[in-house]
């Protein structure tokens, strides 16, 4: 079982960035895939990136390619995800959450990949 807190959340101005940060507690850590989702008022939950629990494989949704970046540190047992060049449509609240498999990938997409979520962090970037 692994523990996830999320912190970092926030307001901020279209344009501008956050970083989320995921302290996870637990033995299985640095052996799973670790993924961000986020779910925007009235939507379903979304995948938004994947890191593979050595940290060698990352994997975006379209969305956010090329603006996010999803990061570990296997020691520390964290996960952050920094996002740069935030949209008003990156609004949502962001979830941290523990691949359900040891030693996996990084094409962890679905929620079913995941079995331990931490309890969200709001993002409001406004325009």
């Known amino acids: 079982q692994v523990q996830l807190v999320e912190s970092g959340g926030g307001l901020v101005q279209a344009g501008g960035s956050l970083r989320l940060s995921c302290a996870a507690s637990?033995?299985?850590?640095?052996?799973?895939?670790m993924g961000w989702f986020r779910q925007a008022p009235g939507k379903e939950r979304d995948f938004v990136a994947a890191?593979?629990?050595?940290?060698?494989?990352?994997y975006y949704a379209d969305s956010v390619k090329g603006r996010f970046t999803i990061a570990r540190d296997n020691a520390k047992n964290t996960v952050s995800l920094q996002m740069n060049s935030l949209k008003t449509e990156d609004t949502a609240v962001y979830y941290c959450?523990?691949?359900?498999?040891?030693?996996?990938?990084?094409?962890?997409?679905?929620?079913?990949?995941?079995?331990?979520w931490g309890q969200g962090t709001q993002v409001t970037v406004s325009s």
């Open positions: 637990g033995r299985t850590f640095s052996s799973v895939t």
């Open positions: 959450a523990a691949g359900s498999r040891r030693f996996g990938g990084s094409y962890y997409i679905f929620e079913d990949d995941y079995n331990n």
């Open positions: 890191i593979s629990w050595s940290g060698s494989s990352t």
